[in-house]
């Protein structure tokens, strides 16, 4: 064999092994997701890295199919990537094209729908667990970021049962909408009486240590407190949640104690003793008795022993 001849043959031979090397099949079923369909989910090769992920169309809806035949594949693929285009295709004659599904389980959806509850609903303030009072049976959707919102709650709000309609998203998609009926509980730590309080004490004396509870339990709990002038209303007993309604703010001047009223025309200031006949806080008006003429007229408090009285 001649040089020529040798050197022929091991020209087309190269090029034989290559074509061989690259040759691209049509897949007979492609799995997608929401981003579209693409030239290297179409097309494979027995070449590494042949074929680019080039984007030809868009995805199906979840839970449908489309079908090219080689035909249409062709044509979709001579618009999109034109040098990929070829008359001599191989492989399926029709192209399923679906989305990649998943199964979202009881789990999976009380996650996301726990997540939603807690930026859009209580925003910090607890932490939701929440149980199906039927089972959740598990439903296919894409394999891909599903989202969950809420889209009715009862006008109370959070409670120990409710009905909760919810819709379930891949991106932007809508993949359907679902009613739920749960039991809950809502935890947080709330200030919790360490020994017994009573009626009376300050807030800032008592001993108190935070708990965490269900809140729905006690939905009168105080938020932790610092200040000074809080005292309590009743009596709490140790282990007991601390409730609202359990403070009050500590009065300047209380029921029943003797005040100076003080009444103020120009220079000339006019003093007497009079009965206080109502809690009064710091500019509060209240009603006082003057104890010798027993007329009942109102002051306004100044400070722990006087009030003004307007003229």
Same mark, same amino acid.
């Given at each position: 064999?001649?040089?020529?001849?040798?050197?022929?043959?091991?020209?087309?031979?190269?090029?034989?092994?290559?074509?061989?090397?690259?040759?691209?099949?049509?897949?007979?079923?492609?799995?997608?997701?929401?981003?579209?369909?693409?030239?290297?989910?179409?097309?494979?090769?027995?070449?590494?890295?042949? +074929?680019?992920?080039?984007?030809?169309?868009?995805?199906?809806?979840?839970?449908?199919?489309?079908?090219?035949?080689?035909?249409?594949?062709?044509?979709?693929?001579?618009?999109?990537?034109?040098?990929?285009?070829?008359?001599?295709?191989?492989?399926?004659?029709?192209?399923? =094209?679906?989305?990649?599904?998943?199964?979202?389980?009881?789990?999976?959806?009380?996650?996301?729908?726990?997540?939603?509850?807690?930026?859009?609903?209580?925003?910090?303030?607890?932490?939701?667990?929440?149980?199906?009072?039927?089972?959740?049976?598990? =439903?296919?959707?894409?394999?891909?970021?599903?989202?969950?919102?809420?889209?009715?709650?009862?006008?109370?709000?959070?409670?120990?049962? !409710?009905i909760v309609r919810i819709e379930l998203l891949a991106g932007k998609e809508t993949l359907g909408t679902w009613q739920v009926v749960t039991q809950n509980k809502v935890w947080r730590? =709330?200030?919790?009486?360490?020994?017994? !309080?009573?009626?009376?004490?300050?807030?800032?004396?008592?001993?108190?240590?935070?708990?965490?509870?269900?809140?729905?339990?006690?939905?009168?709990?105080?938020?932790?407190?610092t200040e000074d002038n809080l005292e309590f209303t009743e009596a709490v007993q140790a282990g007991q949640p601390i409730l609202n309604r359990s403070l009050k703010v500590k009065p300047?001047?209380?029921?029943?104690? =003797? +005040?100076?009223?003080?009444?103020?025309?120009?220079?000339?200031?006019?003093?007497?003793?009079?009965?206080?006949?109502?809690?009064?806080?710091?500019?509060?008006? !209240?009603?006082?008795?003057?104890?010798?003429?027993?007329?009942?007229?109102?002051?306004?408090?100044?400070?722990?022993?006087?009030?003004?009285?307007?003229?």
């Amino acid at each position: 064999m001649g040089r020529l001849t040798l050197l022929m043959f091991l020209v087309v031979g190269a090029s034989l092994a290559e074509s061989v090397a690259t040759t691209l099949n049509f897949n007979p079923v492609v799995e997608v997701d929401r981003s579209g369909v693409f030239l290297d989910q179409v097309l494979n090769s027995t070449k590494e890295d042949a +074929v680019p992920h080039i984007r030809l169309g868009v995805a199906p809806i979840a839970g449908q199919t489309v079908t090219w035949t080689r035909e249409k594949a062709a044509d979709v693929i001579k618009q999109q990537a034109s040098e990929y285009y070829s008359t001599n295709w191989t492989g399926a004659s029709h192209i399923k =094209i679906t989305r990649k599904m998943k199964q979202l389980g009881e789990n999976d959806l009380k996650e996301l729908m726990i997540a939603c509850i807690q930026e859009e609903y209580l925003k910090g303030n607890g932490t939701l667990e929440t149980r199906f009072t039927k089972p959740w049976t598990p =439903i296919s959707v894409p394999d891909e970021t599903i989202t969950c919102r809420v889209l009715e709650l009862p006008a109370t709000g959070i409670n120990y049962s !409710i009905i909760v309609r919810i819709e379930l998203l891949a991106g932007k998609e809508t993949l359907g909408t679902w009613q739920v009926v749960t039991q809950n509980k809502v935890w947080r730590e =709330i200030p919790v009486a360490k020994s017994n !309080i009573k009626r009376g004490q300050l807030y800032s004396t008592a001993e108190v240590q935070m708990e965490k509870r269900d809140v729905l339990l006690v939905r009168d709990s105080v938020i932790p407190s610092t200040e000074d002038n809080l005292e309590f209303t009743e009596a709490v007993q140790a282990g007991q949640p601390i409730l609202n309604r359990s403070l009050k703010v500590k009065p300047l001047i209380k029921r029943g104690t =003797i +005040v100076e009223a003080i009444a103020t025309d120009g220079v000339l200031n006019v003093s007497l003793k009079v009965e206080a006949l109502e809690d009064g806080l710091y500019g509060q008006t !209240i009603k006082v008795r003057n104890f010798q003429t027993r007329k009942e007229f109102n002051a306004k408090v100044q400070n722990e022993q006087s009030v003004q009285v307007p003229l």
